[in-house]
Nanobody
Framework: QVQLVESGGGLVQAGGSLRLSCAASGRTFSSYGMGWFRQAPGKEREFVAAITWTGGNTYYADSVKGRFTISRDNAKKTVYLQMNRLKPEDTAVYYC??????????????????WGQGTQVTVSS
């Protein structure tokens, strides 16, 4: 079993920054691919960013490329999402996800088998 707990969400003005954290349980966190997804009201969940087990490779949705950075600290069993130059369209519930069956990153939500409860990010204009 893996538990994921997100934190760091909140209300921020457009152009501001937030840093999301996702703390994981489980002894083999360092072997998981990890991802961040988001879901806005009335929309489907969408991919934001993903990182491989070592952190050596990262992937981003085009909508956040150049503004968001995903990283991980395997010693702390935590994955981060640094969000800069936030826009109102970034408003959503953000979820972290663990891919315990694969070390590589992917934008396919079906590949992730554990999900956090989500943290709300609201960007005001």
């Amino acid at each position: 079993q893996v538990q994921l707990v997100e934190s760091g969400g909140g209300l921020v003005q457009a152009g501001g920054s937030l840093r999301l954290s996702c703390a994981a349980s489980g002894r083999t966190f360092s072997s998981y691919g990890m991802g961040w997804f988001r879901q806005a009201p009335g929309k489907e969940r969408e991919f934001v960013a993903a990182i491989t087990w070592t952190g050596g490779n990262t992937y981003y949705a085009d909508s956040v490329k150049g503004r968001f950075t995903i990283s991980r600290d395997n010693a702390k069993k935590t994955v981060y999402l640094q969000m800069n130059r936030l826009k109102p369209e970034d408003t959503a519930v953000y979820y972290c996800a663990a891919r315990t069956t694969g070390r590589w990153a992917t934008d396919d939500s079906r590949a992730y088998d554990y999900w956090g409860q989500g943290t709300q990010v609201t960007v005001s204009s």
